[in-house]
């Protein structure tokens, strides 16, 4: 799997598992320059970053939306198989819905250990979101000027 896709999930899952589906709304309401707790510049910094990944829909051309504004809940992705050809690729993930309760452990997670490195975290939050509902999902990637980039439709199935 190519390293920039790699980075986008475990990117994603950073701001999923360290902040709520609200601060995500407010987040990227605010006004420029607004000052944030570390977590919050961090989330911000990291969602900005992953939607330079996503097509727009129905093109292959990029779009710069930041897609984790809303108050839905985050998702967290474990990455079951990557198989590429050529220019494409199709991700094959478990998609962990994060409740609310689980969400709030994670940010505590997060605020007890915030010199933890990201591999660390990722294998503490796999454990936390684990006994959350799952479903499998297929995502699609292009390659595109060098760059990859996620399609922002994918195929889910409820297990």
């Given amino acids: 799997m190519p390293k920039e896709i790699a980075e986008f999930y475990q990117t994603h899952n950073f701001i999923s598992a360290f902040s709520t589906p609200l601060e995500r709304n407010a987040l990227f309401k605010m006004p420029a320059g607004a000052t944030l707790s570390s977590r919050l510049e961090k989330v911000k910094t990291a969602a900005e970053q992953i939607a330079r990944q996503r097509l727009q829909s129905g093109s292959r051309n990029r779009t710069d939306k930041i897609v984790f504004s809303g108050t839905g809940t ?3 992705f474990r990455i079951e198989t990557f198989n590429r ?17 689980t969400n709030l452990a994670l940010i505590a997670l997060y605020e007890k250990q915030p010199g933890m490195s990201e591999t660390d975290f990722e294998s503490q939050c796999l454990d936390l979101v684990q006994k959350e509902k799952t479903q499998k999902e297929i995502h699609f990637w292009f390659n595109i000027d060098n760059r990859w980039l996620i399609h922002r ?7």
């Fill in 153 to 159: 439709s994918r195929i889910g199935q409820m297990e």
């Fill in 74 to 76: 985050g998702v967290f």
């Fill in 85 to 101: 050809s050529d220019d494409n690729g199709i991700a094959r993930v478990d998609a962990f819905s994060i409740s609310h309760g």
